[in-house]
């Protein structure tokens, strides 16, 4: 029987170290990647600037290295509009790894590089992603050197793509109506508005880029009910990221976006839901970069650097050119909801002077990158005053980003919106901090200074759900005490495994969130569920490119996903959650009554088809380039995780021996049955061993047990180099090791008992 080597083990290893430090690797903020790319045309720079002025086509590169890992054969194209010119040699780029075969870096098919355009500090689009995140859904952002032919071209901004692996990974599918909100035409006359302009759809093509198959009449619909029926508004997009989007545009003067005078630099994306969700793009200009707020028609309506400064946070609040913004500010609630979250922003990032420290830190993270770039739109001396002092930049000044939000905050502070005096909610408490699954529990808040019009909560069982809302009341019949004590209660029931909720109230003036992040942050209550144990339900077989093999209830050739019962009793996933990424690990929700039989199969298929009617469709796909799985529980425990590499099409992974063994390539594949191991592939190497790592993941201390007699203990890294060593003759079972001083990632526990007998685990330290 033919073996892989032991060098694909540990690319398999590798993957899923990189899957967990996904997060510190390409878009860690604190370090710049080094990207190449090869071309063997010598006119490569022709190339691309005659396909960005014609199809936008990519140029094919011989080869691109991201990293130090080399990718053969990867497209390669110019982007951007106003930050793109054929005379510039600092051209923003978009690399696809998969546009000619398919590969990917850490999961990530797009690399979008922007040429910090109109950015002295260089720092403005990773800083400002780094503030959004706080609050909505938004990309990853850090730097990249980039070199091509060996030359050094400089520093770029190395921006996470809004793609359908986006959104899928935030919004729970991806194959649904997906629009970019950029004109074609740059210009005050065709704004990306999403005002309705006629039931043809021919009319909107200008304005707008469809990244989805369909979805035209969808948008036509959209535009219809923001301009023609506010009242729809809750029940078309996602008010609360909407509101968010809204209030850091204008917080930090994010004028190349929907706020400004083009509309523009926006992603909707109509999720299963039927809500449409917004997603911010392009920050480069952030912090007062785009000096354009737009005014009613076709004005640019172009604010100096007091203008931007002293710019009202109730820009466009009558303008139908921007019927998002009309939406919220016309609507009582919705207006005291957006002040709060401009509230939120400017006290948790500017008023105590954060950002400040922030920014001096990612430019000495960039410093000597940006001294060595003699391609860069400013000198070093820009550079270096790029957060105190305003730069000439064209026609208009780029204003020092602590010199704009010194004074921003200030002024925000001093306007009547700001001074009104929101109700203070001081406790927020549950009647049962375990509560029985389809029992019912009292959630109460203590909100006092408020005289309040309402308090709410907000409240939902699964992150793919939208919150619903309910009034709470103080009139002691809800489990809330004494009437008018100023605690409000509220009852619901648990009909899943878990509940996330958040409290709102307001007064005539002003409103307020508990947690203030909300909804994009909120609480979490558990309910009492026996669910599957470590070790009881295991990852058994997966097909992640299905061609010919077994098709759905509906005849489609799907990615599926096998679990196995290794237990000899019947077990509930009902509590459980199945994801692809570590950093979402509550992605799909078993739902109630998924029931796997003592020995048996149960079966998924990744197709991200939204049914509750046949067989159990989860809300994520397979890539076939290669990620993870996860098992894990309500409060995170990993209970089975696998990683893979690139697939063969109708080739699964499967455990051998059947349930217990390590993941192998079959070329059988087995759906909802026995593994056929003897038609696969062995691992060498790593087997199972006896040996006990616990808890595992973990954060500091190991329990190591299961050989009679530890002489070793070894810690590896997945090239096999040792962490930690920790050797004693006299050692038993149940060994302490202390991990704290790891990094978060993958590593091996190597035991030896000092009889040439070993075993090796895998273990996650986070």
């Given at each position: 029987m033919q073996k892989i080597k032991f060098a694909l083990l540990f690319f398999f290893l590798f993957f899923l170290s990189e899957e967990f430090l996904r997060a510190q690797t390409l878009y860690d903020i604190n370090t710049i990647q080094r990207i190449e790319i090869g071309f063997s045309?010598?006119?490569?720079?022709?190339?691309?600037?005659?396909?960005?002025?014609?199809?936008?086509?990519?140029?094919?590169?011989?080869?691109?290295?991201?990293?130090?890992?080399?990718?053969?054969?990867?497209?390669?194209?110019?982007?951007?509009?106003?930050?793109?010119?054929?005379?510039?040699?600092?051209?923003?780029?978009?690399?696809?790894?998969d546009e000619f075969r398919g590969q990917s870096y850490e999961g990530y098919s797009d690399i979008k590089l922007g040429n910090e355009y109109a950015d002295p500090s260089m720092i403005r689009e990773a800083l400002a992603y780094s503030i959004l995140q706080h609050y909505m859904d938004c990309p990853k952002s850090n730097f990249a050197e980039l070199y091509i032919n060996g030359n050094y071209i400089g520093l770029f901004s190395n921006d996470e793509s809004i793609s359908k692996k986006f959104c899928s990974d935030h919004f729970y599918s991806s194959q649904n109506t997906f629009i970019k909100c950029n004109p074609k035409i740059t210009s005050a006359a065709f704004r990306s508005n999403l005002k309705y302009i006629n039931a043809d759809s021919s009319s909107y093509q200008v304005r707008y880029d469809l990244q989805s198959d369909i979805g035209w009449n969808d948008l036509v619909a959209l535009c219809d009910s923001m301009s023609n029926n506010p009242a729809s508004f809750s029940s078309m997009v996602d008010a609360d990221r909407v509101i968010w989007m809204l209030a850091f545009n204008n917080?930090?003067?994010?004028?190349?976006?929907?706020?400004?005078?083009?509309?523009?630099?926006?992603?909707?994306?109509?999720?299963?839901?039927?809500?449409?969700?917004?997603?911010?793009?392009?920050?480069?200009?952030?912090?007062?970069?785009?000096?354009?707020?737009?005014?009613?028609?076709?004005?640019?309506?172009?604010?100096?650097?007091?203008?931007?400064?002293?710019?009202?946070?109730?820009?466009?609040?009558?303008e139908s050119d921007w019927p998002l913004i009309t939406s919220v500010l016309?609507?009582?609630?919705?207006?005291?909801?957006?002040?709060?979250?401009?509230?939120?922003?400017?006290?948790?990032?500017?008023?105590?002077?954060?950002?400040?420290?922030?920014?001096?830190?990612?430019?000495?993270?960039?410093?000597?990158?940006?001294?060595?770039?003699?391609?860069?739109?400013?000198?070093?001396?820009?550079?270096?005053?790029?957060?105190?002092?305003?730069?000439?930049?064209g026609s208009h000044y780029v204003p020092g980003i602590v010199n704009l939000m010194t004074a921003r905050v200030n002024y925000l502070d001093s306007t009547a919106e700001f001074q009104y005096v929101p109700p203070v909610i001081s406790t927020v408490a549950v009647s049962d901090t375990l509560?029985?699954?389809?029992?019912?529990?009292?959630?109460?808040?203590?909100?006092?200074?408020?005289?309040?019009?309402?308090?709410?909560?907000?409240?939902?069982?699964?992150?793919?759900?939208?919150?619903?809302?309910?009034?709470?009341?103080?009139?002691?019949?809800?489990?809330?005490?004494?009437?008018?004590?100023?605690?409000?209660?509220?009852?619901?029931?648990?009909?899943?495994?878990?509940?996330?909720?958040?409290?709102?109230?307001?007064?005539?003036?002003?409103?307020?969130?508990?947690?203030?992040?909300?909804?994009?942050?909120?609480y979490s209550l558990n309910a009492n569920i026996q669910t599957a144990q470590q070790g009881e339900v295991v990852i058994n077989e997966f097909l992640a490119v299905n061609q010919n093999d077994t098709v759905d209830e509906n005849g489609a050739h799907e990615d599926w996903i096998e679990l196995y019962n290794a237990t000899s009793n019947p077990l509930n996933l009902f509590g459980l959650y199945l994801s692809d990424t570590y950093a979402n690990l509550t992605k799909f929700s078993f739902p109630e009554n998924s029931v796997i039989q003592p020995n048996a199969y149960f079966m998924i298929w990744a197709d991200e088809d939204n049914t509750t009617t046949g067989d159990l469709h989860?809300?994520?796909?397979?890539?076939?380039?290669?990620?993870?799985?996860?098992?894990?529980?309500?409060?995170?425990?990993?209970?089975?995780?696998?990683?893979?590499?690139?697939?063969?099409?109708?080739?699964?992974?499967?455990?051998?021996?059947?349930?217990?063994?390590?993941?192998?390539?079959?070329?059988?594949?087995?759906?909802?049955?026995?593994?056929?191991?003897?038609?696969?592939?062995?691992?060498?190497?790593?087997?199972?061993?006896?040996?006990?790592?616990?808890?595992?993941?973990?954060?500091?201390?190991?329990?190591?047990?299961?050989?009679?007699?530890?002489?070793?203990?070894?810690?590896?890294?997945?090239?096999?180099?040792?962490?930690?060593?920790?050797?004693?003759?006299?050692?038993?079972?149940?060994?302490?090791?202390?991990?704290?001083?790891?990094?978060?990632?993958?590593?091996?526990?190597?035991?030896?008992?000092?009889?040439?007998?070993?075993?090796?685990?895998?273990?996650?330290?986070?």
């Open positions: 045309q010598p006119n490569w720079d022709y190339q691309m600037d005659t396909a960005k002025y014609g199809s936008e086509g990519y140029i094919l590169a011989d080869w691109v290295m991201i990293n130090g890992q080399e990718f053969d054969s990867v497209g390669v194209k110019y982007k951007g509009n106003s930050s793109y010119d054929s005379t510039y040699l600092k051209n923003p780029l978009h690399i696809s790894l917080v930090l003067v994010n004028l190349d976006s929907y706020t400004g005078a083009f509309a523009q630099n926006h992603y909707v994306y109509k999720d299963n839901t039927g809500h449409y969700n917004p997603v911010v793009w392009d920050l480069n200009m952030a912090f007062g970069g785009f000096p354009f707020a737009g005014s009613q028609g076709v004005g640019m309506g172009t604010l100096d650097t007091t203008g931007m400064q002293t710019m009202s946070p109730l820009l466009h609040a009558t016309n609507n009582a609630m919705y207006k005291r909801m957006y002040i709060a979250h401009m509230r939120t922003i400017t006290q948790e990032m500017f008023t105590g002077g954060s950002y400040v420290s922030d920014a001096s830190a990612l430019q000495n993270i960039v410093a000597a990158s940006v001294l060595a770039d003699s391609n860069n739109f400013f000198t070093y001396s820009d550079f270096q005053d790029g957060l105190t002092r305003d730069l000439l930049f509560p029985d699954y389809l029992g019912t529990v009292a959630i109460t808040a203590q909100v006092s200074n408020s005289n309040s019009n309402a308090v709410f909560l907000g409240y939902r069982y699964d992150k793919s759900e939208k919150f619903s809302r309910v009034l709470m009341y103080d009139d002691g019949l809800h489990n809330d005490g004494v009437s008018g004590d100023g605690n409000y209660g509220a009852g619901i029931s648990i009909s899943s495994a878990q509940v996330q909720y958040y409290v709102y109230a307001e007064n005539n003036d002003a409103g307020i969130f508990s947690p203030q992040r909300a909804e994009h942050e909120f989860c809300n994520f796909k397979l890539s076939s380039n290669g990620e993870a799985l996860f098992i894990s529980n309500a409060v995170g425990n990993i209970l089975d995780s696998i990683s893979f590499g690139i697939q063969t099409a109708d080739h699964s992974m499967a455990r051998c021996p059947n349930g217990t063994g390590p993941l192998v390539v079959v070329n059988s594949p087995s759906f909802g049955g026995s593994n056929h191991c003897t038609d696969g592939i062995e691992e060498e190497g790593f087997g199972e061993s006896n040996i006990s790592v616990f808890p595992n993941p973990s954060k500091n201390l190991l329990t190591v047990s299961g050989m009679s007699s530890i002489h070793s203990i070894s810690i590896l890294d997945v090239f096999g180099k040792k962490i930690i060593s920790v050797e004693n003759q006299k050692m038993k079972n149940d060994v302490i090791v202390d991990a704290s001083s790891i990094p978060s990632g993958v590593y091996f526990v190597k035991v030896e008992n000092g009889n040439s007998s070993s075993g090796k685990k895998i273990i996650i330290i986070h």
